[in-house]
């Protein structure tokens, strides 16, 4: 089974549609993470969370919010889609008591028509 | 600013030997990492330097020089399972703020 998984893998929406992407960890890691990925563009952090009641804003949170439910679960929404967050969508996981290097999710391809 | 620079994209041939380097500009270091993606799958793990010097990992060896800000990626008796996307990212931090930055990555095909 895997470690981090995502649901869901693929979604297709409209514009202004609220969504919601999932992630769920079973590495026991506190450190969460959400990027998104576009062509050309590299990895870009939306949110982060180093504990359950620790959230932070990356680089590019506009439009965006998150919820740490548990240790084990962080969830992305999309208040109100708009087409150019069409992009793969990564969760990412690490350990501050290890090397925190980070363990990623298959990732959800979203496209907003 | 914080930047990271690695080659756009690279060539090379079944069995041989490719460097892919990364040099890095940061308002700190607390480690790099090497992390391999095949297109339109997840970045895995390969490497982590914090000091000076080679990490050997089977065919996969990285190098450290944080004097220079530089790293390679070295990848030994290439085959074309290796054709992917090598990212090269920083921590600039220690402590709580430990934010990876990324390089945008180096599209290596490896042809027969």
């Known amino acids: 089974d895997a470690d981090v998984t995502q649901t869901p893998r693929n979604r297709i929406t409209k514009t202004g549609k609220r969504i919601m992407l999932e992630c769920s960890q079973t590495?026991?890691?506190?450190?969460m993470y959400w990027y998104r990925q576009d062509p050309g563009l590299g990895l870009q952090l939306i949110y982060y969370?180093?504990?359950?009641?620790?959230?932070n804003k990356g680089e590019i949170s506009d439009g965006y919010s998150v919820s740490r439910q548990a240790q084990a679960k962080f969830s992305l929404s999309l208040e109100s889609a708009i087409p150019n967050q069409t992009a793969l969508y990564f969760c990412a996981t690490s350990d501050s008591t290890g090397g925190d290097e980070q363990y990623f999710g298959p990732g959800t391809r979203l496209t907003v028509t | 600013g914080q930047n990271i620079d690695q080659p756009t994209e690279m060539t090379a041939t079944e069995g041989a030997i490719v460097q892919i380097n990364c040099t890095y500009q940061?308002?700190?270091?607390?480690?790099l990492f090497w992390y391999q993606q095949h297109a339109g799958e997840a970045p895995t793990f390969l490497s982590y330097n914090v000091l000076d010097g080679l990490e050997e990992k089977g065919r996969f060896s990285s190098f450290l020089s944080r004097s220079k800000g530089y790293s390679y990626l070295l990848l030994k008796e290439l085959q074309m399972k290796d054709s992917a996307s090598y990212l090269c990212a920083v921590h600039p931090n220690a402590g709580n703020n430990r934010k990876l930055i990324w390089g945008l990555g180096t599209s290596l095909a490896v042809n027969p």
């Open positions: 590495k026991g890691h506190d450190r």
């Open positions: 969370s180093f504990d359950v009641k620790d959230i």
């Open positions: 940061t308002s700190g270091f607390n480690g």
